[in-house]
């Protein structure tokens, strides 16, 4: 079982940037896919981005293509999600999840692990 906190959420302008992070405890020995989920009020919790276990696979929602990048640094047990050119449309509470394998990626269930999300708002 893997623990998962993220970090990092806030309020900031429209254009700006913010540094979101996953950091794993528990049984961190497991070799992990890492996703970031958001869910806005009122809507359903969308894919936004995962990671492989090696960091050398990645994947995005088109909705953040070209703004948000992945990135982990396993010796610290922790995934990042960098977003840039934020928008009003990007508010949500974000969450990281991890699964043992690679697939269906943009579906929750498919992830055993969650974190307690974390809350980004985006003003105009």
């Known amino acids: 079982q893997v623990q998962l906190v993220e970090s990092g959420g806030g309020l900031v302008q429209a254009g700006g940037s913010l540094r979101l992070s996953c950091a794993a405890s528990?049984?961190?020995?497991?070799?992990?896919?890492t996703g970031w989920f958001r869910q806005a009020p009122g809507k359903e919790r969308e894919f936004v981005a995962a990671?492989?276990?090696?960091?050398?696979?990645?994947y995005f929602a088109d909705s953040v293509k070209g703004r948000f990048t992945i990135s982990r640094d396993n010796a610290k047990n922790t995934v990042y999600l960098q977003m840039s050119s934020l928008k009003p449309e990007d508010t949500a509470v974000y969450y990281c999840?991890?699964?043992?394998?690679?697939?269906?990626?943009?579906?929750?269930?498919?992830?055993?692990?969650w974190g307690q999300g974390t809350q980004v708002t985006i003003s105009s």
């Open positions: 999840a991890a699964q043992g394998g690679w697939t269906r990626l943009r579906v929750a269930d498919a992830y055993d692990n």
């Open positions: 528990g049984r961190t020995s497991a070799k992990y896919s």
């Open positions: 990671i492989s276990w090696t960091g050398g696979t990645t």
